[in-house]
């Protein structure tokens, strides 16, 4: 894994418009990825996962979906205040995303033939025979079987996990240095996505290829990502190797996340454990911590005063965050002490709370 950052995005706000007032959506998140490297991105449904990524590559929803603070750079350019026919050369030859839903990314009344021709020759000078040939090479890289004929097939006569496959395919058609991957195994059954992650794992290693995986599934980022983003409301919360992140998970939410998807070592005594409340809306968002009122842990600080992205102690391996280099961060004033994380509650303190 390289040390030189390719992407980096610093105190990104987006907002999206509407009659009910501005859904705040992404609230200052900050982040590096370097070439080589998979960062894994959690949390619940709304929390600000893939609109972050949206906003990264410039296909926010228009008009109601903006930008309205922070920086995005590709390899030192700005990719904010690029005009849409500069971000279109830069989507698919520099930053590629693999969509959430295959069959809906996909046009259904085209062969997969034309999409990817039409994938190649919108960002290449090539002839037609010439982006066909890459084509078939993609399809046999992504594990198709018969290539030649099934770039003949419209999207519904492939299964779900070989749409997905196509989605890798047209993802990678330009050899991107940037993959984003929105929750790319929804609703594949597991052996399709145990194959799928495969493939993703493969073609990172082999092509260097930096990675953002966005998925709700920890148990999926364990044995892909190097570093993981925990969002909640919009913001990163808690940022760590993954190692850390589950060894010496430090914030609330992190604890709730790792305590309600079962476990095989019977750490939670079979049951799960979910956490309690609901997500703020994010039109009247609340004053102090967005976590506030589903933390167990909370103090009367927490309900006025929101706190920073700050280190915690114990963390292995760099990280940057929008403050100084850490090894392990988390945004809370009462981050959970290690012999609480089994215990799942608060446990009285001798000496106060320590970072």
């Known amino acids: 894994m390289s040390d030189q950052h390719l992407l980096e995005v610093r105190d990104l706000v987006v907002r999206f418009r509407t009659h009910d007032g501005a859904v705040h959506a992404v609230n200052g998140v900050s982040f590096d990825l370097a070439a080589g490297e998979t960062l894994g991105v959690a949390g619940e449904s709304g929390c600000g996962k893939s609109v972050t990524n949206l906003a990264i590559v410039g296909l926010l929803p228009k008009p109601a979906g903006r930008v309205e603070g922070g920086s995005v750079k590709l390899d030192g350019r700005e990719l904010t205040t690029l005009k849409e026919e500069e971000l279109r ?54 594990g198709v079987a018969n290539p030649e004929s099934r770039l003949r097939s419209y999207p519904h006569e492939f299964s779900g996990g070989m749409r997905q496959r196509v989605m890798i395919a047209m993802a990678l058609a330009l050899e991107p240095r940037v993959l984003i991957a929105d929750e790319p195994t929804t609703a594949l059954d597991v052996t399709i996505q145990a194959q799928v992650l495969d493939l993703l794992r493969r073609l990172t ?67 799960l454990v979910p956490i309690e409340g609901r997500p703020p809306d994010l039109i009247d968002a609340p004053v102090g911590c967005s976590f506030y009122a ?40 009462n981050p959970v002490a290690p012999a609480e994380v089994a215990e799942g509650r608060p446990l009285p303190r001798t000496g106060g709370a320590t970072r």
Not at 221 to 249: H, Q
Not at 311 to 328: C, E, L, Q, R
């Open 205 to 271: 290693e082999e092509r260097g290829t930096a990675t953002i995986l966005v998925t709700h599934d920890l148990g999926v980022l364990a044995g892909m990502a190097d570093r993981i983003n925990v969002m909640y409301a919009g913001a990163v919360i808690e940022s760590g190797t993954t190692d850390d992140l589950f060894a010496n998970p430090r914030h609330p939410y992190t604890v709730g996340l790792l305590r309600s998807i079962p476990r095989l070592d019977g750490e939670t005594g079979g049951k």
């Open 89 to 142: 050369q830069v989507r698919g030859s520099e930053i590629a995303m693999i969509f959430q839903d295959p069959m809906t990314s996909l046009n259904p009344v085209l062969r997969i033939e034309e999409q990817l021709i039409e994938t190649i020759q919108a960002h290449r000078e090539v002839a037609k025979e010439a982006a066909r040939t890459r084509a078939i090479e993609l399809l046999t890289a992504v």
């Open 294 to 333: 589903r933390c167990a842990w909370r103090t009367d600080r927490c309900a006025t005063e929101t706190p920073a992205l700050l280190p915690i102690d114990g963390g292995k391996g760099p990280i940057v965050t929008n403050g100084p280099t850490a090894t392990h961060v988390a945004a809370c004033f």
